[in-house]
């Protein structure tokens, strides 16, 4: 079977390779990749420069270069799985590996429909709806576990930007807006009233004080409270006197939490209590930023248009 390569260029001294780095041992300029195609079957070639990797995906040409290397055998697999399936001697245009994964990446930056992705590539509409699926698992297999994990030495770390040493980690919800379902008693499940249409999927996603992402819960209806997310997450296993989460007043009244002072009835805060709330919003800005820059991602900023009652295919 053959096993399509990525190709490295230069194009300042033209020289290729096909080991996988960012910029060229002899003249030091910025590589581009190109996928070399099967003679039997030509891959569709879908050549990125730095520059237009940032602007297609939201990640450099490195980054992405470090995608394709944790799933790089299971894309290669799925090519060769519908290479199988294609067994007649017509011409078909397919995808490299490497090209699934940019035009996957493409689509989760920008939330083209389906049939726009299909003219641009020349493909099928259930072919793009087919790679899409399989590629978005195959991300989640590879990739989700490299990149997202529950740090082991969370107890020990120092957290010198926290307000004690004991806080280590950050919380919060996001919520992403559906439409609004036809039936009542789902309206009155997902509804939300910061969500642009009223209606949303809540995620709820955790961070260490070095701005990583450590925990990322199942998808809830929009109406569930943050603090039953929080529970029923399994986040709570991880916590203790030694590792305590900093979270907003949503979380107010769970252990372990931290979250910012709420003024007395009738009186006001202490200077004391309003230096504590400003160093716990200081450190919240973390989980917060990261929301802002995942909602750059047009299939969690905008509304989100597949099916909402499999929350563990959205999630």
């Known amino acids: 079977m053959f096993s399509p390569q990525t190709e490295w260029i230069c194009s300042e001294c033209q020289s290729a390779t096909t080991t996988r780095r960012k910029y060229c041992t002899n003249c030091h300029s910025m590589l581009t990749w190109a996928c070399a195609g099967s003679e039997q079957r030509p891959w569709s070639e879908w050549s990125r420069s ?5 602007q297609h995906t939201g990640h450099d040409i490195e980054q992405v270069q470090e995608l394709y290397s944790m799933c790089e055998q299971s894309l290669i697999n799925y090519c060769s799985h519908r290479n199988k399936e294609h067994t007649d001697s017509t011409i078909t245009p397919y995808l490299s590996p490497m090209n ?9 930056k920008y939330y083209h429909s389906e049939r726009y992705i299909a003219t641009e590539l020349n493909l099928g509409r259930s072919t ?12 989640h297999s590879c990739v989700y576990r490299e990149l997202i994990s529950f740090p082991a030495d969370i107890a020990k770390r120092r957290t010198p930007h926290g307000p004690e040493q004991n ?8 919520v992403i807006a559906i439409p609004e ?12 009233a910061k ?25 809830y209806q929009g109406s569930v409270h943050d603090i039953t997310v929080l529970r029923d997450s399994g986040l709570l296993e991880h916590v203790e006197d030694s590792v305590q989460i900093i979270g907003d007043k949503g979380y107010i009244g769970e252990e372990y939490v931290v979250t910012p002072r709420k003024k007395p009835h009738g009186c006001e805060l202490t200077n ?28 969690l900023g905008s509304i989100y248009r597949g099916a909402i009652d499999d929350f563990h295919k959205i999630t």
């Open 50 to 54: 730095n520059e237009s990797c940032i």
């Open 100 to 108: 699934l994964l940019a035009v996957t990446l493409w689509y989760l």
């Open 128 to 139: 793009v709806n087919y790679l899409l699926s399989e590629v978005i698992n195959i991300l």
């Open 167 to 174: 806080h280590k980690l950050i919380v919060d919800s996001t």
């Open 181 to 192: 379902p036809y039936d009542s008693e789902q309206r009155k499940a997902y509804n939300h």
């Open 195 to 219: 969500s642009p249409t009223n209606y949303a999927i809540k995620v709820q996603i955790a961070c260490d004080f070095r701005h990583r992402i450590v925990h990322v819960s199942e998808c």
């Open 272 to 299: 004391e209590d309003k230096n504590f709330n400003r160093e716990i919003n200081s450190a919240r800005a973390a989980i917060e930023n990261i929301n802002q820059r995942l909602k750059t991602y047009a299939n």
